[in-house]
């Protein structure tokens, strides 16, 4: 271990907070809902009672978020929505799906019938929250359901934080914006798949699975011009979508975040 004491400074950087991480994945979903455009300016002040934090975990999650590529660092002017192609998301879902097919394939044979059965109500709670009008619980058991078939491997953990980075293309708290995404969220052929022990299936069913969910995203960003989007304008509170039924929220209506 490097010597930290007296005047001599870390030389490894500090990981970022709880907190940071959660607002780096709502402000991740408020620009996949489309409700935040490219080259729109993100202010740390404007989204404090949005997401119910102060403006410091705001502020590291925008620095974490500008490392990943999705918002821009301007000198004098803070930072703004980057700018996306198509082929850029499309790349995210299939290395997403490409990862998520290795971990679930390096735990395959040692599902039990147990496993099976609790995937299998899950599946089956999703049918029940959409059809009851939750899509925010939907996209909440979606998420877990993914969690569920990658998180038994003990594999590097790179494999995870790339999953994790993933998430953030997918607005889990915004299903409801995105026409035909609740619908895309049964996992029936992956779920038969690993019944059947088939890694090859598997890997095809989470590959058909994730790109049909891919191009439903990118259909809804391109109905908001996402793609084509201007400068966009200071984004505050007030302009954003805050429909308790088309994001996740509590009782005070700020933002839920998942927790990964």
């Known amino acids: 271990m490097p010597n930290v004491t007296g005047t001599v400074s870390p030389t490894y950087p500090?990981?970022?907070?709880?907190?940071?991480?959660?607002a780096a994945s709502c402000i991740g979903e408020l620009?996949?809902?489309g409700q935040?455009?490219?080259g729109t300016r993100i202010r740390p002040q404007d989204l404090t009672s949005m997401l119910g934090v102060s403006t410091t975990p705001i502020r590291e999650?925008?620095?974490l978020l500008e490392k990943e590529g999705l918002v821009n660092l301007e000198p004098r002017r803070g930072y703004s929505v980057a700018r996306l192609a198509r082929g850029d998301i499309r790349d995210v879902f299939k290395l997403a799906?490409?990862?998520?097919?290795?971990?679930v394939q390096r735990t395959i044979?040692?599902?039990v019938e147990a496993d099976l059965r609790a995937l299998e109500e899950l599946d089956a709670s999703i049918?029940?929250?959409?059809?009851?009008?939750?899509p925010v619980r939907v996209g909440e058991l979606n998420r877990l359901f993914h969690d569920t078939i990658t998180r038994r491997t003990t594999d590097p953990q790179l494999l995870h934080r790339f999953m994790s980075l993933a998430w953030r293309f997918r607005p889990v708290h915004f299903y409801a914006l995105i026409p035909g995404w609740i619908e895309a969220t049964r996992h029936g052929e992956i779920i038969e798949a690993l019944r059947a022990r088939d890694a090859a299936r598997v890997a095809a069913a989470i590959r058909a699975h994730t790109e049909a969910s891919c191009e439903l995203l990118i259909r809804h960003l391109e109905s908001t011009g996402f793609f084509?989007?201007?400068?966009?304008?200071?984004?505050?509170?007030?302009k954003l979508k805050d429909s308790k039924n088309t994001r996740g929220g509590d009782s005070s209506g700020r933002v839920r975040p998942y927790d990964p």
């Open 14 to 22: 500090l990981r970022p907070t709880k907190l940071a991480l959660d």
């Open 31 to 33: 620009v996949f809902s």
């Open 36 to 38: 935040l455009a490219p």
């Open 61 to 63: 999650a925008l620095v």
């Open 97 to 103: 799906a490409h990862v998520e097919s290795i971990l």
């Open 109 to 111: 044979d040692s599902l």
């Open 127 to 134: 049918a029940h929250e959409a059809a009851t009008g939750e």
């Open 228 to 238: 084509e989007a201007g400068t966009g304008h200071v984004a505050t509170s007030g």
